[in-house]
Every structure is written in C-alpha cells, then in structure tokens.
C-alpha cells in the first residue's frame, strides 16, 4: 500500500522559514518522480513544485521561485521543501504527492501538513 | 501557463442523474489531461488520467473524453459518494496547473 506521510507544518512569522518532510512507502520510491501541491484555506490546488527521481531536475511555480527549494533523499525514500521568506499567501495545507509514471498526473496524496503564515 | 478553466463552479444535481463537467485549456494540451475527485477534509483522488482513461480502482461511471482544448468528465448516475469538488489537470507543460474545480452539490 502506497502511504505518503507529510510533516514540518506549523505557525511561522512572516520572512520566516520552515521545511515540510514527506516519508512514502509502499512503492519503488527512487522510481518516481514526486511533488508538492498546496490548497489554500477554501480555495482550490495549486501545484507548487516537482522533482525528478533521480534529483537532477527541479521545477517550481513563479509564485514560490527562489524562495522554496524541493530535494529528495532517496536512502530514506523522503521528500523535503524547504520554504523561505515565507508570506501570508503561502498559508495553505502543502499535499506531498507521488507523479505517476507517465509523468505529470498524481496518482497517491498525503493527507497535507498545514502552514500558516501570520504574525 | 497554460490556464484551465472549469465550468460550472458549481452544479446542483440529484443521486442518479447524469453529470457532465467541462474543462477548457487555454492552449493544446493533447491528451495529457487529469480529472481528481476531492471530497471535504480528504485529499484529492486521481480519477482520469490521459483524458480517457480511469485510475485503479475508479468505478465505471466516470469516463473522461476529449483532447486538445475541450475536455469533458461525466457520472453517468450520480451515487450519493460522489457529491465532491472535481478538478481537472494538464501535464501537458510546465508549470502543471490545475482549473479552479467544480463543486457537486445535492
């Protein structure tokens, strides 16, 4: 059974800085590519970004360009994002999702970690 | 960007009507096309992939269609599990984006 388990989320300052874990299990993890998709409080998904299985290419929304970074360890089948100059747009339950293998489409969820951004 | 867009925002329907939900690339995508189903306080679940095709597990009365711009999803006889919010995706180019999604309200 396919599990992606997220965690890093909390209450952070504005211009802070927080990184989100994501542990999968129950598939060939360095397999597949993963990525992050977010959904603001009511609102709909936005993806956010993705990486490679292999780490050697990244890709990132305009909206969190140079202030996230997504990396992958492979040895220990996680996911990270590590988020900086956080903004209260950035508030939002962050879904770590496993890219099926055509490329593009998420077939598993986690169930979200929620980051709030307030002072 | 490629921007989708989703139509209605929200439908009114009964269990055991059939459904049918609309989404719009602002540019060719082909067939590279999802469809999810989230219900509240749930995350989303792949339904389509390729336009047409259903994920594991995914009942038979949901069937995608369509290619290139106009794309469509449709329940053929609405169960009470399905009232949720439907969303579409391309995987077509970068960034990945998703319509605004479709409310399935009783």
């Known amino acids: 059974e396919v599990q992606l388990l997220e965690s890093g989320g909390g ?7 927080l990184r989100l874990s994501c542990v999968a299990s129950g598939f060939n ?12 409080p009511g609102k709909g998904l936005e993806w956010v970004s993705s990486i490679s299985m292999s780490a050697d290419a990244t890709y990132y929304s305009d909206s969190v360009k140079g202030r996230f ?16 100059s956080l903004r209260a747009e950035d508030t939002a339950l962050y ?14 969820w986690g169930q979200g970690t929620l980051v709030t951004v307030s002072s | 960007e490629i921007v989708m867009t989703q139509s209605p925002a929200t439908l009114s329907v009964s269990p055991g009507e059939r459904v049918t939900l609309s989404c719009r690339a602002s540019q060719s995508v082909s067939s590279n096309l ?10 989303p ?47 077509s180019n970068w960034p990945r984006t998703f319509g605004q999604g479709t409310k399935l309200e009783i």
């Open chain 2, 45 to 91: 679940r792949l339904l389509i992939y390729d336009a047409s095709d259903r994920a594991t597990g995914i009942p038979a009365r949901f069937s995608g269609s369509g290619s290139g711009t106009d794309f469509t999803l449709t329940i053929s006889s609405l169960e009470p599990e399905d009232f949720a919010v439907y969303y579409c995706q391309q995987r």
């Open chain 2, 34 to 43: 999802a469809w999810y189903q989230q219900k509240p306080g749930q995350a």
């Open chain 1, 69 to 84: 970074t997504i990396s992958r360890d492979n040895s220990k089948t996680t996911v990270y994002l590590q988020m900086s």
């Open chain 1, 29 to 40: 993890y360095g397999g597949y590519a993963m990525a992050w998709v977010r959904q603001a």
């Open chain 1, 95 to 108: 879904y770590c999702a496993k890219t099926s293998g055509r490329g593009g489409d998420f077939d598993y």
């Open chain 1, 11 to 17: 209450l952070v300052q504005p211009g802070g800085s």
